[in-house]
T-cell receptor, first 116, second 113 residues
Framework: GAVVSQHPSWVICKSGTSVKIECRSL??????MFWYRQFPKQSLMLMAT?????????EQGVEKDKFLINHASLTLSTLTVTSAHPEDSSFYIC????????????FGPGTRLTVL | AQSVTQPDIHITVSEGASLELRCNYS??????LFWYVQSPGQGLQLLLK??????LVQGIKGFEAEFKRSQSSFNLRKPSVHWSDAAEYFC???????????FGKGTRLSVIA
């Protein structure tokens, strides 16, 4: 199956700094990628949809100025958490649809962010 | 609105016993249904999926799920659980096209000897 990678797999940063997380589709092109957030012992919640060549769309309650998304190419989307705070500590997972109908979703392995 | 309900937060079964994890969905159109497994600190692994056709779907690791449209359910089953099956299980629903998935809250499976 198709492979989606994320980098870094884990990151620890100080409060107030910015962190960039990369999501790459390794063997297919993805015009759309999705970013999810998973707090401890909770489910995955969609944060935003990353669209190649256009602005990302954000779910209600997600601050677009805090979570900057850039779909730089057909294989790369980045999520930048700006001025991170401890409450942003979470597991961030991206996915990319692939296949004839676009509904074969392939998930990255996730990025664990800890903000001190 | 789309939603997925996993009524059981935590289930404990004995090794070798059978397992059924429940999933109910609410969806306006024909749903695409998925079951994922997640070990602590890890990403998601797809167990199986249902798009159309045979309503009994076989997946990896000996899991199967049955789509019942009349009950809006997509329950996951395994005839004999192994200790390595202990993990968090998520049911998810999606639509045709490049759309995100909606996840249930998950069911944590514990396996005892």
């Amino acid at each position: 199956g198709a492979v989606v990678s994320q980098h870094p797999s884990w990151v620890i940063c100080k409060s107030g700094t910015s962190v960039k997380i990369e999501c790459r589709s390794l063997d297919f092109q993805a015009t759309t990628m999705f970013w999810y957030r998973q707090f401890p012992k909770q489910s995955l919640m969609l944060m935003a949809t990353s669209n190649e060549g256009s602005k990302a769309t954000y779910e209600q309650g997600v601050e677009k100025d805090k979570f900057l998304i850039n779909h730089a190419s057909l294989t790369l989307s980045t999520l930048t958490v700006t001025s991170a705070h401890p409450e942003d500590s979470s597991f961030y997972i991206c996915s990319a649809p692939q296949g004839v109908s676009g509904n074969e979703q392939f998930f990255g392995p996730g990025t664990r962010l800890t903000v001190l | 609105a789309q939603s997925v309900t996993q009524p059981d937060i935590h289930i404990t079964v004995s090794e070798g016993a059978s397992l059924e994890l429940r999933c109910n969905y609410s969806y306006g159109a024909t749903p695409y249904l998925f079951w994922y497994v997640q070990s602590p600190g890890q990403g998601l692994q797809l167990l199986l999926k249902y798009f159309s056709g045979d309503t009994l779907v076989q997946g990896i690791k000996g899991f199967e799920a049955e789509f019942k449209r009349s009950q809006s359910s997509f329950n996951l089953r395994k005839p004999s659980v192994h200790w390595s099956d202990a993990a968090e299980y998520f049911c998810a629903v999606g639509a045709r096209g490049n759309t995100p998935l909606v996840f249930g809250k998950g069911t944590r499976l514990s396996v005892i000897a």
